[in-house]
């Protein structure tokens, strides 16, 4: 061989070496739509980071994540979503229902994974929960028609006297959930009273409202909306002096005075297991769709405090987290 010969077989063979390396290292791009601003949301990102970290995947070494964050604008959603096919993601991964919408319409191919919509299979989002068909997948918020009732109960075992509880809804409530809290309602001697807020300008003027209405407590339903204000919801509770419940932890760690109900922080974490096996070749119309199975009761002792009330011990006993 002459020399000419093997200094260009040797130059194809360095070449192909980096060539080789970068088909095994193949980054994967995950888009990520958030609802509320990058701040508000910092938990659930750190969460749904951390279950990647736990599969194996690091972030800006071999897993890329696209985020787009609405700003409590949730009008953006859809071009939000837009931008993230645009990009080519190999997988979204997005929250409610509002959400899981936008990305459905932008896409029919990528495929989706929903965090915590509610009932999905009405929505239009799945076709049923065990074989979803399509491309979106992922988890529900669905839980049975019991779970609004306890938190009722949950709030007469802390006020026994209570009778006017207002809802706070951010969202349109199910139909099914006001339905359960009704009947919940009757079965305890209490009656309750909806009021809505769709934005951080209706709250003061809803708890005023709240306020005439003599309601001795306050049940808060969720949704991207509120998430986006829980600060401001429980700092209004606080200074309406209402006991308050809502479902979900972050509520407490917000300063509301009790939740009852799964973690939005597990359920990004749990996130990351789908986006595993989608990433891995699963399809997301093959993945079952999965529904809470863990519910907590978390309570805020210094809200509690504050507002002069003492949580008897059959209530602390059955807390999974009590917030000093």
């Not at 006001?178 to 809505?196: H, I, N, P, Q, W």
């Not at 209706?202 to 998430?227: I, N, Q, W």
């Not at 993945?287 to 209530?315: C, D, H, R, S, Y």
Request: aromatic share 4%; with cysteine.
């Amino acid at each position: 061989m002459d020399r000419r010969a093997f200094i260009g077989m040797m130059g194809a063979s360095v070449l192909a070496v980096p060539l080789a390396a970068e088909t095994q290292t193949a980054v994967a791009r995950i888009g990520c739509l958030l609802g509320a601003a990058r701040e508000q949301t910092s938990l659930l990102v750190k969460a749904f980071e951390d279950g990647l970290r736990d599969l194996g995947y690091v972030p800006g070494r071999n897993v890329m994540i696209e985020y787009r964050f609405a700003d409590g604008k949730l009008e953006r959603l859809p071009q939000l979503a837009q931008d993230l096919v645009r990009l080519k993601v190999d997988v979204i991964v997005t929250g409610s229902n509002v959400h899981v919408i936008a990305a459905k319409q932008a896409t029919t191919t990528i495929p989706i994974v929903m965090v915590y919509v509610a009932d999905p299979v009405g929505a239009g989002l799945v076709a049923n929960v065990s074989h979803p068909g399509g491309n979106v997948t992922g988890l529900s918020q669905d839980v049975s028609a019991e779970i609004p009732g306890k938190r009722l109960a949950l709030l007469k075992e802390l006020v026994p006297k209570l009778s006017r509880v207002a809802v706070l809804a951010t969202q349109p409530p199910l139909a099914a959930t006001l339905k359960a809290l009704e009947a919940a309602a009757r079965t305890l001697g209490m009656t309750v009273v909806r009021f809505d807020a769709r934005g951080p300008g209706d709250l003061e003027g809803v708890f005023a409202a709240v306020t005439r209405a003599r309601s001795d407590a306050l049940v808060v339903l969720g949704g991207p909306a509120h998430f986006n204000m829980r600060t401001q919801v429980a700092q209004l509770a606080l200074r309406h002096r209402l006991p308050s419940i809502s479902g979900i932890t972050e509520d407490v760690e917000a300063g509301g005075l009790m939740s009852y109900g799964a973690s939005l922080s597990d359920q990004w974490r749990r996130a990351a297991v789908y986006v595993d096996k989608i990433l891995k070749g699963a399809q997301p119309g093959d993945l079952p769709v999965e529904q809470p199975t863990k519910f907590e009761l978390v309570i805020n002792l210094k809200t509690a405090k504050a507002l002069g009330l003492t949580i008897p011990q059959t209530l602390l006993l059955q807390a999974n987290q009590v917030i000093q």
